[in-house]
């Protein structure tokens, strides 16, 4: 991977550390501000505060949350921002301890309340001067990803069809959709499912996100012929019907 440590002439730096012991976290941050001087990273804490999502899920109790790690700007309870194909206000900000706080400068990862969905990680978090911008950004986006569905259209099936059409030699790549408690294990299936292609068949990941299979993932995968995947979610009680269906 062309990574050379500093003991072996090479230019990058290196720390043993141990989360659970807590011992070289002292080095390790030094070793990163030393990066930062010799680098001269700078960031502006004034100003429209923008970041990106490091991970997202869907808590049963407080709704869609989001990681967001800010990087440049000062972000404050009560902004109105756009991420990804969704816009909210932030209702309330949590540290790395669960403790509430009003404001993050840059380099501060903080919890955020107050998406209208679940963002996908590395999606850019943007804070906007009006709601109603935020909103209209938003739904044209989500028009945007609905057209782009629509155009990967084909009829449903099950695996047993897949199965069946593979043998007959009529189809070459199975289409997926991936739906998982959060946006960190949804990609690592993504990333895994499509290393199992072969020269025969090739795993395409029509779609992956976060929260319970619904009824638009049943459209989505009538619409791609594609194979819906749970990972620690069910479906609800209208897309178990539609479905069937």
Do not use: W
Request: hydrophobic fraction near 45%; aromatic fraction near 4%; glycine fraction near 10%.
């Amino acid at each position: 991977h062309q990574v050379v440590l500093e003991e072996f002439v090479g230019n990058v730096l290196h720390a043993e550390i141990s989360a659970k012991k807590g011992t070289g976290v002292e080095a390790l941050l030094e070793q990163v501000l030393l990066q930062a001087e010799v680098l001269d990273l700078k960031a502006n804490p004034n100003g429209t505060a923008t970041g990106s999502v490091l991970e997202a899920t869907l808590d049963p109790g407080k709704g869609p949350v989001a990681t967001i790690l800010v990087q440049r700007g000062t972000l404050a309870v009560g902004q109105d921002f756009i991420c990804g194909m969704y816009s909210g206000r932030v209702r309330a900000m949590f540290d790395e301890r669960g403790h509430a706080v009003d404001k993050a400068g840059p380099t501060v990862p903080v919890q955020i309340l107050g998406f209208d969905g679940v963002p996908a990680a590395g999606d850019a978090f943007i804070v906007v001067a009006e709601a109603a911008e935020a909103r209209q950004i938003a739904q044209k986006r989500q028009r945007l990803e609905r057209e782009a569905q629509n155009r990967r259209s084909a009829r449903g099936g099950t695996l047993e069809d897949f199965s069946r059409a593979l043998k007959e030699g009529e189809v070459s790549n199975l289409p997926i959709i991936i739906k998982a408690d959060q946006g960190g294990p949804a990609e690592a299936l993504a990333d895994a499912l499509a290393q199992l292609s072969t020269a025969e068949v090739r795993v395409d990941i029509v779609h992956r996100g976060v929260g319970a299979i619904s009824e638009s993932d049943i459209l989505l995968a009538k619409a791609s012929g594609a194979i819906i995947l749970g990972f620690h979610v069910r479906p609800d009680a209208n897309a178990r019907a539609a479905a069937e269906r």
